[in-house]
T-cell receptor, first 113, second 110 residues
Framework: SAVISQKPSRDICQRGTSLTIQCQVDSQVTMMFWYRQQPGQSLTLIATANQGSEATYESGFVIDKFPISRPNLTFSTLTVSNMSPEDSSIYLC??????????FGSGTQLSVL | RKEVEQDPGPFNVPEGATVAFNCTYSNSASQSFFWYRQDCRKEPKLLMSVYSSGNEDGRFTAQLNRASQYISLLIRDSKLSDSATYLCVVNEDNFNKFYFGSGTKLNVKP
């Protein structure tokens, strides 16, 4: 399995500010994804982070709100911009290994006041 | 209609019981199937893949029924440590699309 380091593990932020979440993998991976999990709900895919090109966003998510970088095959960032209380959630980085299984970072618990 | 549907539970069972969860999926072209376990405030962790022939790992058995488009997870001799939320995950589109069920919560009680 891949070792995924995600940080910060949690943060409390003021509305209107932005937070950047980092995801570092111990080896090169083809697929990197960013998910959101709101309280009591399952995971929702925000976007697929593409190395060297713009991320692919799912319906309901836009680049201006959730800009993503992926400069290489082991690292990605997700920024939650202009935050509001509705953005309070757990954000999870995930990687696809061998084109099959998904492995997850430990998540970032975000609370927006 | 959701891509993947699960009974949210909770399933409250005594230690030693056998419990089964089902999950249905809507896309008949789905490629791969998995069960993940998620503890409270933790990330999901892969429990097992689900193969057409069925597979077993200790007390856990997973089965796939393509004709009826459902997968199942059977847990025998439940332990307190099995208490968690079990997520059904279905993969489409050559591994680029993973769909998650809402999870089934299991509480194993002494």
């Amino acid at each position: 399995s891949a070792v995924i380091s995600q940080k910060p593990s949690r943060d409390i932020c003021q509305r209107g500010t932005s937070l950047t979440i980092q995801c570092q993998v111990d080896s090169q991976v083809t697929m990197m994804f960013w998910y959101r999990q709101q309280p009591g709900q399952s995971l929702t895919l925000i976007a697929t982070a593409n190395q060297g090109s713009e991320a692919t966003y799912e319906s309901g998510f836009v680049i201006d709100k959730f800009p993503i970088s992926r400069p290489n095959l082991t690292f990605s960032t997700l920024t939650v911009s202009n935050m509001s209380p509705e953005d309070s959630s757990i954000y999870l980085c995930s990687v696809g290994r061998n084109g099959e299984k998904l492995f997850f970072g430990s998540g970032t618990q975000l609370s927006v006041l | 209609r959701k891509e993947v549907e699960q009974d949210p539970g909770p399933f409250n069972v005594p230690e030693g019981a056998t419990v089964a969860f089902n999950c249905t999926y809507s896309n008949s072209a789905s490629q791969s199937f998995f069960w993940y376990r998620q503890d409270c405030r933790k990330e999901p962790k892969l429990l097992m893949s689900v193969y057409s022939s069925g597979n077993e790992d200790g007390r856990f058995t997973a089965q796939l029924n393509r004709a009826s488009q459902y997968i199942s997870l059977l847990i025998r001799d439940s332990k307190l440590s099995d208490s968690a939320t079990y997520l059904c995950v279905v993969n489409e589109d050559n591994f680029n699309k993973f769909y998650f069920g809402s999870g089934t919560k299991l509480n194993v009680k002494p």
